[in-house]
């Protein structure tokens, strides 16, 4: 039975939703399917405007398209009901980022996914926590390590006050006390 079949759609994260305490934060349906990548795109930092404030004090994560390129990511299912959650949390409302159907390359095969683009990209580098969120993710999810190694690469604002990954450290915390 195909996902839609279930009342579940597939999302590819390649930023701070590979976290899966990052994501179940406003969608608690996710559930890690698979690891993919997306070919002839790149991932990049940045913001909608030049200077705007938001929570993560820094640049996000956005995909652009560079043919020759690849973005690895994970696969999750979320139930239809955590579409609307999933969108406002990537701010499509507000003209943040856009919904786009892509295909995904697994070794399952190419799955078709919903993912995210930034609207109006404008370069800026991601603070400590956001990068330190993304490369969590990626290895919690095993992304391969070449990939990691870039992650780990990119340089931050070197910002230093409150974010999200101080509500999401409890919640890391508590997950690997079950382990």
Known sequence: MSAAAKGL?????????????????????????????????????????????????????????VPGSEVWGVIWTLSNENLSSLDKQEGVSQGLYSPLEVLVETDE???????????????????PQYKEVVCLGAEQNGLPVEYLKRLDAVQTNNYSGPSILDQIRPVMMKNSEKI
């Not at 899966?20 to 940045?46: C, I, M, V």
């Not at 095969?109 to 603070?127: A, I, L, V």
Request: hydrophobic content about 35%; aromatic content about 14%; proline content about 7%.
């Open 109 to 127: 095969g190419p799955m078709s996914c919903r993912t995210y683009q930034m609207n109006n990209f404008h370069p800026c580098p991601p603070s």
């Open 9 to 65: 759609f597939m999302y590819f994260a390649f930023g701070s939703n590979l976290l899966k305490e990052r994501l179940q934060l406003a969608n608690p349906s996710a559930t890690f399917l698979t690891t993919g990548r997306l070919k002839d795109y790149e991932l990049n930092f940045g913001l909608w405007e030049q200077h705007v404030e938001n929570s993560w004090h820094g640049g996000v994560a956005t995909i652009q398209s």
